[in-house]
């Protein structure tokens, strides 16, 4: 009995086996192995291919993380390792740098003397001769010739930006006392024309050519007509220090000192400037005698 048994469960167990493993079943589960080797090896062949892209996903990323990075820091720095052109510390310096304009002269007590320059606008001078007035903070007197106003424009525009005078010095420069009384009206008119053209008050101060004038002309003339006490004669020295000595040797309180808008003058304006600067008040004309609309005559200083 106990032999029959064992044969019988033994003929169950490989009966059982033989239902488990069948040969087509086997051939199921290797067909089942080799798909799912198959697949793992196009994964990992997937991913080696995917690789490259995926490192270069994280390089442009860890690139926008440190351009991030950089500028943060960047922003962070002391301002003043900033170019100079983004630095509002250097823009605030600037400021403080630039002297206030000093306050407005007054000549009953200041020590005031006025600059005045005729026969411009000049190209090549009256730009070195503003510079140096603007430089300084301090105002001068331009009497213009109307003819050459057309092409310098921009200067006489300038001019009158700076707060300086500009006076009327006739049309074509004649000597008002060989013209009739409508020529040199004309004259007057021509030039007052060609400044209010050019964008700019209309003069209120005259100054003959020559400084030629008489009382019969200039009760005619509807204008103060401004001469000048001092004259370092600037047209006959032979180099700007001479310009310079003589101005300065001859400075006084009250003075209209006339000078000319040409290049050897322009070259002494800024050491003329410089030095009278620490003993007067360079006013315009106009604030040394204190002119208003209604003054007349003839003014040779204060
Ligand atoms: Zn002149």
Known sequence: MNTVRVVNSSRLWDNQLKSIYRPAQF????????????ASVFTVLELLAHHQTVSGYFSNAQSIVRVQHETAAVSQLPKNLLPEQNNPSVFLLQKLATPLPPPPANCQV??????TFDDGPDAASSPIILTA??????????FLIGSYVGPNVSIVQRMQADGDDIGNHSWTH??????????????????QAAITAAGVRAPVLLRPPYGAIN???????NMPIIMWNVDPKDWAQKDSNSIAQMVEAQAKPGAIIV????LLTAM????IVTDLKSKY???????????DPASHGIYFGR
């Open 27 to 38: 051939a199921r589960a290797y067909m089942l192995m080799l798909l799912v080797l198959l």
């Open 110 to 115: 200041d020590a005031c003397l006025a600059l």
């Open 133 to 142: 007035l603007e430089k300084a903070q301090v105002k001068a007197t331009f």
């Open 174 to 191: 004649p000597y008002f006392t060989k013209l009739t009384a409508d020529q040199i009206q004309q004259q007057i008119d021509l030039t």
């Open 215 to 221: 009382q019969a002309i200039a009760a005619r003339i």
């Open 259 to 262: 000078m000319h808008d040409k």
């Open 268 to 271: 002494a304006i800024n050491k």
């Open 281 to 291: 008040r360079l006013v315009t004309v106009s604030q040394l005698l204190n002119l």
